[in-house]
């Protein structure tokens, strides 16, 4: 592989890229200049408009084509990188089912005065998210949701009493830090109560940040736009680790950047058109 | 039409086990009330607004008003005669008043017994009599928009989705999809609405992945496609979704507004949101009922079994399904003609013949329900963010809906699962569908599945199953089945679930002047 490389259309090196776009502007050559404005600015040179056509009376759509100019250095990629795999619902399945011969116990629930569960549920209701089916899909997770509000000595206690393998814990509410106060006193009870015994914990919410696992004292942050999948593939990951290792010794998730060839990485994905009862 | 040669007899079985099967739980529904049912009856009556010095932010009068009754005398009774009782007693002007005397602490609620209850009751009654006069102008207003603009002018109707979380921005957004040939536009919900146990007020601009129901965006959105459907010269219709811990007061409300389709499926909650099954029961008979004074066409959520179990496998499960929707709505009054029974276009492309065994299915739900408005839906969860594959495959699921007849048509994305739709891939989506319209919309007239061949086997073999499930279904009790995990792979038991607490089961002179009058019917 070179380290220099340029997008290929049919020939080495001829740069060609395809790509579509919207302009508010009504269509005619002047809508069409524009696009080809753009392109250029983009560095795509020459640019070809190879379709333009209006999409009401304020709109025009484009497809150009044309050769872009930037070169890629692959020795300048840096990837993030998850460090463990994304698993389809049935291999999720069938590892659990090897290593615990049981199903694993998922308790979710929102802590303090949060009362957006929209992301826990989003996480756990078989409903999903983002076109991915929640935890209570997968055969060998046992769900529980205690909803919303809940106390954090509740919280232990019913992790203790399902028998909890992950607790899993949500966050919306951000005002005066509460989200990162919460989670702090929720990771302390769980020690102080079960010692070496406490199960995974595991927060989530669209402000935390994933570097903040160790100072908040759980074991994996997820932030905005986690889906599902993502946290099936991290329990798996972390209950093989767990099968290895003392459980106090389980490290923090870290995201590193990693010097290797361009990865792709998950889509960026968003509300889905499926129709949300 | 019919090109399946489907055993009359097997049909007929189908639909008599089905009954059979809803039997207990149309039972039990009758036998219940719930805090929304109670709450959408005091809408009927009149009771609008929301108490807006709460210390948890809006809360709807209709919630405070229910929650202090129950409170105080409890729902058992219905929650008209206390209410009506108290206004009276009071001396009060109205039921906002009551309301605002009520969040006061100024108001102790009492069942009334002889004269003061037959007071009571006739008030009530004369209340929810002008909430339903309202509704049935709205249904006449339609019938004389239709009559004046026209429907659209050929099957299926074309119906496609606006989500932006902001209702202004909706507005813009489905003018245009109007222009550009939608027939139906539906207004996504907030994700999370169904589990709010109110239904927020007024104009909303900040949802999730949607836009919240609430009478006023409901009102907003009407009078805008009024405005287009005059442009354009067909009325064009909107949906929004009865589903959820409110079903009853959104139907109410959507009688209220001029909604023209609601989704309202019998047991999605149950399934997919975990909603207590009793509670979703109740709710869901009364929110029909409305619906059928309404004159609004429910669509059914099969669609979603095919998404978390195999659209092949699970094929038979959508059968029932459609048989038990089909049902418990002709119970609650709908006609066929308002049975907008729901199915998808969800198998594997990897399946071999995977197309043949769509027309199958789509063929089946077709010629079970002849004069149903049957509602097609688009692949989702086999598009991948390769827009171009899935372009290709809105286009198959389109020629499917055309071949088999389909009635409402929900246009498929190429871009489902990648982002938030962009003006532009509505506008392809839309110029997909025109193609296949334009280029094969006859073509049903020349589709004659081979009587031994793979279409027509494979639709006996669904029927054959779905009667063997039902059977098991009459056996274990629907409520059981539901528990077992037999639709969608979701085992919810009858007495878990959401919103259990606010079942109320009903006392023998248990007075509700709404489902006496929609029962009338």
């Known amino acids: 592989m070179k380290r220099h490389v340029r997008p290929y259309g049919d020939t080495t090196g001829d740069g060609m890229v395809q790509m579509s776009f919207t302009l508010p502007v009504p269509a005619g050559p002047k809508a069409d200049g524009a696009a080809r404005q753009l392109a250029n600015r983009m560095g795509v040179d020459p640019a070809m408009v190879v379709h333009s056509n209006p999409i009401g009376d304020d709109f025009t759509f484009f497809v150009v084509y044309g050769s872009v100019q930037h070169i890629v250095d692959l020795d300048e990629v840096r990837v993030v990188e998850r460090e463990y795999p994304l698993l389809p619902p049935a291999e999720v399945n069938t590892t659990l089912k090897k290593l615990l011969r049981r199903k694993l116990v998922v308790v979710g629930a929102c802590i303090g005065s949060d009362a957006h569960t929209v992301g826990i549920d989003a996480i756990l209701n078989i409903k999903g998210f983002a076109g991915e089916k929640g935890l209570e899909y997968y055969r060998e997770l046992k769900v529980v949701n205690l909803g919303a509000q809940v106390s954090v000595p509740e919280l232990v206690r019913r992790a203790r009493a399902e028998k909890a393998d992950a607790v899993l814990v949500s966050q919306v509410v951000t005002q005066r830090d509460a989200h990162i106060l919460n989670i702090r006193e929720m990771s302390a009870a769980f020690r102080e109560a079960m010692g070496e015994r406490r199960p995974l914990l595991i927060a989530g919410g669209p402000r935390f940040d994933p570097l903040m696992a160790g100072e908040l004292g759980v074991d994996r942050v997820f932030g905005r736009g986690t889906t599902p999948g993502e946290v099936a593939g991290y329990l798996v990951h972390a209950i093989r680790t767990r099968k290895t290792t003392p459980p106090a010794k389980i490290p923090p998730a870290k995201t590193a950047p990693a010097k290797t060839a361009p990865v792709k990485s998950a889509p960026v994905k968003s509300a889905p058109t499926k129709e949300n009862m | ?521």
């Open chain 2, 1 to 521: 039409m019919a090109l399946l040669d489907l055993d009359p007899k097997v049909v007929a079985t189908a639909r008599e086990l089905a009954a059979r099967a809803a039997e207990p739980v149309v039972a039990l529904a009758k036998a219940h009330t719930t805090v929304a049912v109670e709450r959408a009856t005091l809408r009927l009556a009149g009771i609008t607004g929301a108490d807006s010095t709460h210390r948890a932010g809006d809360v709807p009068w209709v919630n405070r008003v229910v929650d202090t009754v129950r409170e105080h005398c409890g729902l058992e009774h219905g929650v008209v005669l206390p209410v009506f009782h108290a206004l009276r007693e009071h001396g009060l002007a109205g039921l906002t008043d009551l309301a605002e005397a009520t969040a006061a602490g100024q108001v102790r609620y009492r069942l009334p017994t002889g004269r003061d209850r037959d007071r009571a009751a006739k008030a009530a009654t004369a209340a929810v009599t002008r909430g339903l006069k309202t509704v049935d102008r709205n249904r006449a207003q339609r019938d004389k928009l239709v009559a004046r603009l026209g429907d659209p002018p050929r099957r299926p109707w074309i119906y496609l989705i606006v989500a932006t979380g902001d209702i202004d921005e909706d507005v813009v957004q489905a003018k245009n999809a109007a222009r550009a040939g939608a027939d139906v536009i539906a207004v996504i919900r907030s994700t999370g609405q169904s589990l709010l146990d109110y239904v927020p007020e007024g104009a909303t601009h900040h949802g999730f992945a949607g836009t919240y129901a609430t009478q006023e965006n409901f009102r907003i959105m009407r009078a805008a496609l009024d405005d287009v459907s005059a442009e354009v010269g067909r009325y064009v219709r909107l949906t929004n979704y009865a589903s959820g811990l409110c079903m009853p007061e959104i139907a109410v409300l959507a009688g209220l507004q001029r909604l023209d389709m609601m989704l309202n499926d019998s047991m999605y909650g149950i399934l997919f949101r975990d909603i207590n099954p009793v509670r979703t029961f109740v709710d869901q008979r009364f929110s029909r009922q409305v619906h059928a004074r309404a004159g609004i066409i429910i669509n059914t959520g099969e669609d979603n079994y095919l998404t978390t179990d195999d659209a092949v496998d699970a094929a038979h499960t959508v059968t029932v399904s459609q048989l038990l929707n089909e049902h418990f709505a002709h119970e609650a009054g709908l006609p066929d003609a308002l049975l907008g029974l729901g199915h998808a276009f969800e198998i594997d492309p990897k399946v071999p013949e995977s197309f043949r065994l769509e027309l199958a299915h789509a063929l089946l739900a077709r010629e079970l329900f002849p004069d149903a408005p049957l509602k097609w839906m688009p692949p989702t969860k086999h598009m991948t963010g390769d827009v171009f594959k899935g372009y290709l495959l809105d286009g198959f699921f389109t020629l499917a809906g055309v071949l088999t007849g389909q009635s409402i048509l929900l246009v498929g994305m190429m871009t489902e699962a990648v982002v938030t739709p962009f003006l532009s891939d509505r506008d392809l989506a839309l110029a997909n569908v025109r193609y296949v319209l334009d280029a094969a919309g006859g073509l049903a007239e020349d589709f004659r599945p081979a009587p031994d061949g793979l279409i027509v086997k494979r639709a006996h073999q669904v029927l054959g199953e779905a009667v063997d499930l039902l059977a098991r279904i009459v056996d274990d009790g629907l409520l059981d089945a539901i528990a077992d995990g037999t639709f969608g792979l979701m085992k919810r038991p009858a007495d878990g679930g959401r919103g259990a607490d606010g079942v109320v089961a009903k006392a023998d002179d248990y007075l509700n002047p709404a489902s006496e009058l929609l029962e009338a019917r």
